[in-house]
C-alpha cells in the first residue's frame, strides 16, 4: 500500500524522536508504526534499516570527535555482526510476514522488560586480561569529563564477545533495527567494556551491520525511494531534536512514557502476527 | 609530515576525528540531496509522492545507472533522491575503507588491516548481490 509522503515523515518523526529520548533506536517504533499505515512489513523492515544508517552516523560523529568510541573493539566485532545480519536479513526475506511481527512483537516486550528491570549498577572493570583479548588489543582509554579522570580500560572474554554480536547483527538484519541495547549488554557485560565505551562503539558498529543488512533488502528489491526518502528525513530531524530535548525531560518521565510505547506496541504486534497466521 | 596517533594528546592526524568528519559529511550529503530532490519534485508536480521502484538492484549496478543518466544529462528528482540513498550506503562503507588504509599505512597493523579487510570484502560482497 502507497503511503503519503506527509504521513511516513511524520511518523518518521515520532519514531526519531522517541528512539533518540530513550536510547532505544527509532526503528523500534518506526517499524510498528509504518505498519499501522499500512506498509508491509519486509517493506518497513527493509527501509527501517536504511533509516538506521542515518541515525548511527549522526550519533557516532558526534561520538567519534569525542574520541570515546573505540574503532579496534569496532572493527573487531563489526566481523561478526556484518555476517549475522546478512544472514538474519536473507531469513527475513524469505520469512512469512506473520513471523515477523511475532519476533518484533517479542523483542518489543524484551525490550519493556529490560527497561523495567533496569539498574544504574556500575560496571566494575576488569583488572586481569585474557589472552586472546590481549592479542586482539581490546583496550584503550579516554577522557571522562563528568569525573574529569582518564579512564583506562581492559576488555576480557573477546572470544565471547564476537560470537554473541553474531546473534546481535542477526537480530538487526532480521528485523531492521540498530539492536544497540544487545550490543551494548554484550560490550559492558561479557566483556566488560566501561558504558561510555560500550555505548559509543556500539553506535559505530550499527551503521556498518546496518548496510549489510540493507544490501540484502536492496537486492530484494525492498527497498522502496519513495518511502526511504521521507522515513530518513523524518527519522534524522526526530533524533536531532531528540538529543536537545533530552535535556529538558526528566528520565523517569521519559521511561514511564517509552514503557506504556513499547508494551502496547509489543501486544498490538503480536495479536497482529497471530491473526495474520489464523 | 604527518603523525598519525589514536591516543590523546600530541597529535596532529586523529583518525577518530577523521572519521567522525566521514560519517558527518556523509548524512549531511545524503539528507542534503534527499531535501532537493524532494523539493524538486514538489515544485515540478505539486506532490511529494515518488513512485518507483529499485527492482532488485544491487548497490553498484545501481550507481552504474545513475552515472549514466547524468552523463547523459538526464538529471530528475527522481535521480537525486537515488543518489542521495547511494550517498547514505556509501558512507559505513567509505569510513570502513578509510579505517583500513589507516591501520595499514599509519599504523602498520597487520592485524586490524586484515579484521578491516574482511570487514570491507564482506561489504562489498553483500553490495554486489542481486
Known sequence: MQVSFELAF????????????????GGIVLIPGLTLLGVDIKHAIAVSIVSVIATSSGAASAYLRDRITN?????????????????????????????????????LLASWVALLLQSQEYITLADQQDCVSRWLELEGSYYDQAVRATISYRAIRGYLGGPAMFAAGLIAGLLGIGAGAVKVLIQEVLMRLPTKVSTTTSNLIIGVTALAGSSVYLAAGLI???LAAPVILGVS?????????????????????????????GIEMIVRGIRGAL | MIRFSTHPGGCRFQIETFVGY????????????????????WLETGTLQLDYSLGGMNLFRFMVAEMQLLTHGTISPRIIVSLGITVLLLT??????????????????????????????VLTYSLFLS
Open chain 2, 92 to 121: 559505513p562503507y567509505l569510513r570502513v575503507l578509510s579505517s583500513m588504509l589507516y591501520f595499514a599505512i599509519a599504523e602498520h597493523d597487520i592485524k586490524y588491516t586484515c579484521f578491516s579487510g574482511f570487514v570491507l570484502a
Open chain 1, 10 to 25: 511524520v511518523v518518521s518523526i515520532a519514531a526519531g524522536l522517541v528512539g533518540a529520548m530513550s536510547g532505544m533506536g
Open chain 2, 22 to 41: 566521514i560519517l558527518l559529511l556523509g548524512l549531511l550529503g545524503s539528507v542534503t540531496l534527499l531535501l532537493i530532490g524532494m523539493s524538486w519534485r
Open chain 1, 237 to 265: 530531524t526526530g533524533a536531532f531534536a531528540g538529543t536537545r530535548l533530552l535535556v529538558r525531560l526528566t528520565n523517569t518521565a521519559v521511561r514511564r512514557f517509552f514503557l506504556v510505547v513499547l508494551l502496547f506496541l
Open chain 1, 71 to 107: 574503532l579496534k573493539v569496532g572493527m573487531f566485532l563489526e566481523m561478526f555482526t556484518i555476517v549475522g545480519a546478512l544472514v538474519g536479513a536473507s531469513i527475513a526475506v524469505v520469512s512469512a510476514r506473520t513471523l515477523l511481527f511475532i519476533l518484533f512483537g517479542a523483542v
Open chain 1, 224 to 226: 522502496d525511494p519513495g
